[in-house]
């Protein structure tokens, strides 16, 4: 692939993608392959997702995959695009606000200009400081990394239900005071919460979507940055291969395989 984009010029375009409004819209990959069929489809940038990544690495999702691995992966993911690449790296992979500044370090030798870093386990005060221990990593490399804090308020139900959006908001902003260019909040569908976090966080607002979820349109009206499919591709890709499988082994027959891509259309992805 000839006359890339440099890592600063795909780090400035991935921050300029985040439009309140005009969303930015990731299908999450977890290979090279999936890469370039999101590109080929339209996608303006391209995004990891950590439990895919891990489930096609052997490894569960929360901490069991290793961080060597799935550096490795993104790795591939960013040469097989010439568009601006964000990686969910969970919590960092590291137990201190310095490991997490050593990761994001590797990952921009990678090339990704973009890192999803969630609060899981950690309060807000210590994910906060993990946040800003990315945010001077990205610094002293001179890349303008986006950063974007995830709270896991609404989709591990923290709390009672009537203050989560009070704690969430809470989060959000020590997040952005310490770093961070965009907040991501899975488990909110509701249009009243997501245009509530909307106009109390003063960053773009990145929601998570799948069946059941407000269309793109929609989420756009109520003033959301990035929409993101998480690990939604991998589970339909996986529950196309259990299907194929269960018809084989119990009928002998093959007509799960309908409808797949060909051996042209796959091979032909890598001949350039």
């Avoid at 895919?52 to 992966?73: P, T």
């Avoid at 890192?115 to 001179?142: F, H, M, S």
């Avoid at 339909?236 to 395989?257: K, W």
Wanted: aromatic residues 4%; negative net charge.
């Amino acid at each position: 692939m000839t006359n890339r984009r440099t890592q600063g010029e795909r780090a400035r375009l991935l921050k300029e993608l985040h439009r309140p409004g005009a969303p930015l819209v990731l299908a999450n990959v977890w290979d090279a392959a999936g890469a370039r069929l999101v590109a080929g489809a339209g996608a303006r940038a391209v995004a990891t997702a950590s439990a895919s990544v891990s489930w096609s690495l052997g490894s569960r999702d929360g901490g069991g995959a290793d961080r060597e691995q799935v550096l490795a992966r993104t790795a591939e993911v960013v040469r097989a695009v010439d568009l601006p690449v964000t990686a969910d790296l969970e919590s960092g992979y590291a137990d201190t606000p310095a490991g997490v500044g050593e990761t994001v370090t590797a990952l921009l030798a990678t090339g990704a200009v973009g890192v999803n870093l969630e609060d899981a386990a950690y309060t807000p005060e210590q994910a906060a400081e993990r946040i800003a221990a990315a945010r001077a990593a990205a610094d002293a490399a001179g890349v303008p990394l986006f950063v974007n804090g995830r709270t896991d308020v609404f989709l591990r139900g923290l709390g009672e239900p009537e203050g989560r959006l009070d704690e969430a908001v809470r989060r959000l902003r020590a997040y952005v005071e310490a770093g961070a260019d965009g907040v991501f909040v899975p488990g909110v569908a509701d249009p009243e919460t997501i245009a509530a976090l909307v106009e109390a966080v003063p960053a773009p607002l990145n929601v998570l979507a799948g069946p059941g979820a407000p269309t793109v349109a929609e989420l756009a009206a109520l003033g959301v940055a990035r929409i993101s499919l998480g690990p939604g591709l991998a589970e339909v890709a996986y529950a196309a291969v259990r299907r194929a499988a269960e018809e084989v082994y119990a009928s002998g027959t093959y007509t799960s395989l309908d409808g797949g891509l060909t051996y042209p259309e796959l091979n032909g992805l890598f001949t350039a």
